[in-house]
């Protein structure tokens, strides 16, 4: 992984205000990887340019090519984004939101 890439990462650990578990960043993913739970901070991925700061959910899981892409909708101000979800994301949570989302 270069570090060298003109692209915000930032290595910081948050609390999940969702479940309250630390996470250490790994500077790709901005999401919980106990309850996937999200929050709205960027405008584009990795900006960081979003003033909204709500709690963004997981809807969805689809499942394609041996990964994961969770779809996110913030409570609140209700933007949709589409993540790619993290090698050490809940693999259980993972597959209940895919199975909603074949359910619908
Ligand atoms: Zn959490
Ligand atoms: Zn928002």
Redesign the pocket.
């Known amino acids: 992984m270069a570090e060298t890439k003109r692209f915000q990462k930032k290595k910081e650990s948050f609390k999940?205000i969702?479940?309250?578990?630390e996470t250490v960043g790994t500077g790709i993913t901005d999401h919980?990887p106990?309850?996937?739970?999200s929050i709205h901070v960027d405008v584009n991925p990795g900006d960081r340019a979003s003033k909204c700061r709500g709690l963004m959910l997981p809807q969805r899981a689809e499942y394609s090519g041996g990964s994961y892409t969770l779809v996110y909708k913030c409570l609140k101000c209700g933007q949709t984004k589409r993540v790619i979800a993290a090698p050490n994301d809940n693999e259980e949570l993972l597959s209940q939101l895919s199975e909603k989302a074949a359910a619908l």
């Open positions: 999940c969702a479940c309250g578990r919980c106990y309850c996937l739970a």
